[in-house]
């Protein structure tokens, strides 16, 4: 049985005449889509049983499709032949933890990391070969997580390989963030400090996913207006306005007011600025396109607007105080910095071990920490830096850079607007949660790491997604925007 698409009407998304997806890959797209939308649910899936069961969900997913190409093969996708070096760095910085449990000749060691020379020998083990990592079990948890993020990037670009679904996962990653939005305000529920939590335990990353997900809102919309402008030229305006609010424009534009209303009301000081800052860096982005447009501004501004005012009357000036006022907690947070950049300083080349920030942190702590415990360093990138060291940040570094730049490139000089809403939304979503982490530690949340990967995923696979037109124009399409069509069958399983 084979899974056909017509043409149809021409709502962003719908796939381009003829296209045939195989059944099998059908199933697997609707699991994969299922997991990511149950992944925030249990807190975050930050508890090891839960994020067990999301690595048992990748893994079997990934079996599922490997086994399928095994017996049948077929041509990779472009998404995945047209970006090897983005995917190469990123799996070379999926399996780095691995290089930290290989048992190294003590001489070997003590040039790459003497600090963990100096601890193996102060608790009395001088073995022949030891390890660059203090902690093997926190590790190999560690590289689980990372290859779980992975084969969910990988997932999203064999099998989000038309235009039907791309827009199924960007509408999925919509219902995941109007939920958490929903029940934050339904719930109330708040966290050890004041704020909406929805089912994370901590305010900043309900903030942190919010920030994933409202810019896949903005991005649909971007497409809705491309689209509509063409058709509506010449409609009285009262009409027009009626029609948008009524019809889908209208309830995503009233979701993405929720969901920003609920980043704002998380009094995450940082979430609120990031996300702003991240959507005012890609929407000048959009100024250096071949043929610049004004819908991001028209589109954003509004929605700043009217969530402002909303925020307003439900009580934003909780958020206004907490800018306004230096709590004790955010001294503490300066405290953990320094003292997290000491590590760093010992273990500069390879880093502790991934996931051995908790362990080694009371090694560093000087008593001015009012915190009993802790086990993160609030800012992401000087706990990986911390954990893996030079060599393992510089591979990630690398990576999303790498990434950005592709989906950036993409973002100036694709004219098919749905292809332009998706490249908006995968770069705003993960600019803002890379900005966020330098405050926070969402990566170090199963949920939010999973959702940025399927996000990277969503903006290499808008970069190639074949126009929405018929074969002939979708040539031309393709040929107008330097993309051919003969590379897509290049690389094989």
Do not use: C
């Not at 970006?83 to 290089?99: A, E, G, N, Q, T």
């Not at 997900?213 to 509506?232: D, K, Y």
């Not at 560093?364 to 086990?375: E, H, I, K, N, T």
Request: hydrophobic content about 50%; glycine content about 10%; cysteine-free.
């Amino acid at each position: 049985m084979r899974e056909d698409f017509s043409p149809g009407g021409a709502l962003p998304g719908m796939v381009s005449p003829g296209l045939v997806l195989p059944e099998r890959d059908r199933w697997l797209f609707r699991g994969f889509a299922l997991l990511v939308l149950l992944v925030p649910l249990p807190l975050g899936s930050n508890r090891p049983w839960a994020w067990l069961l999301m690595e048992v969900g990748i893994f079997g997913l990934f079996t599922l499709w490997a086994l399928s190409r095994a017996r049948r093969p077929e041509p990779l996708p472009r998404a995945v032949s047209e970006h090897p070096w983005p995917l190469f760095l990123l799996l070379l910085w999926s399996f780095y933890p691995l290089v930290q449990v290989v048992p190294l000749p003590m001489s070997v060691l003590e040039i790459l990391s003497p600090s963990a020379l100096e601890i193996r020998r102060f608790v009395g083990q001088e073995p022949l070969a030891t390890m660059i990592t203090l902690d093997l079990h926190a590790t190999l948890t560690s590289w689980l997580k990372g290859i779980a993020y992975f084969m969910g990037l990988w997932l999203v670009l064999v099998l989000v390989n038309t235009r039907r679904r791309l827009s199924q996962l960007a509408y999925l990653l919509v219902v995941g963030g109007a939920f958490q939005g929903l029940f934050a305000f339904v719930s109330g529920r708040e966290g050890d400090v004041p704020g909406l939590v929805g089912t994370f335990v901590n305010r900043n990353h309900l903030a942190g996913y919010l920030e994933l997900t409202l810019p896949v809102v903005l991005g649909l919309l971007l497409s809705m207006m491309a689209h509509r402008s063409s058709r509506e030229s010449g409609r009285e305006p009262l009409l027009l306005l009626l029609g948008r609010v009524s019809g889908r424009q209208g309830v995503l534009a009233m979701l993405a007011v929720l969901m920003l209303l609920a980043v704002l009301m998380s009094r995450s000081r940082s979430g609120s600025v990031v996300l702003l800052v991240s959507l005012f860096l890609v929407s000048w982005l959009a100024r250096w396109r071949s043929r610049p447009s004004t819908r991001e501004r028209r589109l954003l501004m509004p929605l700043f607007f009217v969530s402002l005012v909303a925020g307003a009357w439900l009580g934003l000036g909780n958020l206004t105080q907490r800018f306004l006022v230096t709590d004790l907690r955010f001294q503490d947070r300066w405290l953990v910095f320094e003292e997290t950049w000491r590590k760093v300083l010992d273990y500069p080349l390879v880093g502790s071990g991934s996931g051995t920030f908790g362990l080694t942190f009371p090694l560093y702590r000087d008593g001015r920490l009012a915190f009993d415990f802790v086990d993160h360093a609030h800012n992401d990138y000087l706990e990986i830096l911390a954990d893996q060291g030079i060599l393992g940040f510089g591979l990630m570094t690398a990576a999303f850079v790498f990434v950005w730049v592709s989906v950036a490139r993409a973002y100036l000089q694709r004219r098919d607007p749905f292809a332009r809403g998706m490249l908006f939304a995968s770069l705003a979503s993960t600019l803002a949660l890379a900005l966020h982490a330098a405050t926070d530690f969402n990566f170090q949340i199963p949920a939010n790491a999973l959702t940025f990967m399927v996000l990277l995923g969503l903006g290499l696979a808008a970069a190639t997604v074949p126009h929405a037109e018929g074969r002939g124009g979708a040539r031309r399409a393709a040929s107008r925007e330097g993309y051919s069509g003969s590379r897509s069958g290049s690389s094989r399983f």
